[in-house]
Structure formats: structure tokens, C-alpha cells
């Protein structure tokens, strides 16, 4: 993913700054240029992949996450259903 985003640019960068000067080869009139947006519009289907490839993984594992979830176990009669805590009456382990 670097070695296509980065390198057709940065080359042609390179050499523009070189050959014109820093400045101008980070400037809007050479950012904007036929060239660049050509190889921006390129890079279109490998960034649409890229995206894809990300997000369908973690939506399955979202919706199994959501088909397999615990039901909640209704609390017998007496108990209120917001207890947090469970009181001890007698000694443990007898």
C-alpha cells in the first residue's frame, strides 16, 4: 500500500524539487496538477480493496457477535432484577 501510494508521487516530487525548488514542488499549482491527479484517480480500485478488505472482515465478525449473544436470564421471583451484589448469610464451605 505504501510502495503504490507513496512512490509515483513522491518520484515525481523529487524530481520536481530538484529541478525547481522545494517550494514549488509543495505548491497547489504543482499539487493540483493533470499528472498527479491522474495517478490519484489510479490509485482509485487498490484504495477501494483496500477498504473493502478491511471493513467485510470486521462486519462478519460484528453480526456473529450479535447473532450469537447471550440472552439475558430472568431473575426468580423475590430477586429485584438490578442486583449487583449477593449477600452471604453463613460461614463459607459449610
Not at 499528472?35 to 462486519?59: K, Y
Not at 449473544?69 to 448469610?89: N, Q, S, W
Request: glycine share 10%.
Amino acid at each position: 500500500m505504501c510502495f503504490a501510494t507513496l512512490l509515483p508521487v513522491g518520484i515525481l516530487q523529487l524530481y520536481h524539487s530538484v529541478s525547481t525548488g522545494y517550494w514549488h514542488a509543495r505548491s497547489l499549482k504543482y499539487l493540483t496538477n493533470p499528472t498527479n491527479s491522474l495517478i490519484e484517480w489510479l490509485r482509485l480500485p487498490g484504495d477501494a480493496v483496500f477498504i473493502v478488505g478491511g471493513t467485510l472482515p470486521f462486519l462478519y465478525i460484528a453480526w456473529l457477535g450479535l447473532r450469537h449473544a447471550a440472552k439475558a436470564t430472568p431473575a426468580t421471583p423475590g430477586e429485584t432484577e438490578d442486583r449487583l451484589f449477593t449477600d452471604i448469610t453463613g460461614p463459607a464451605g459449610r
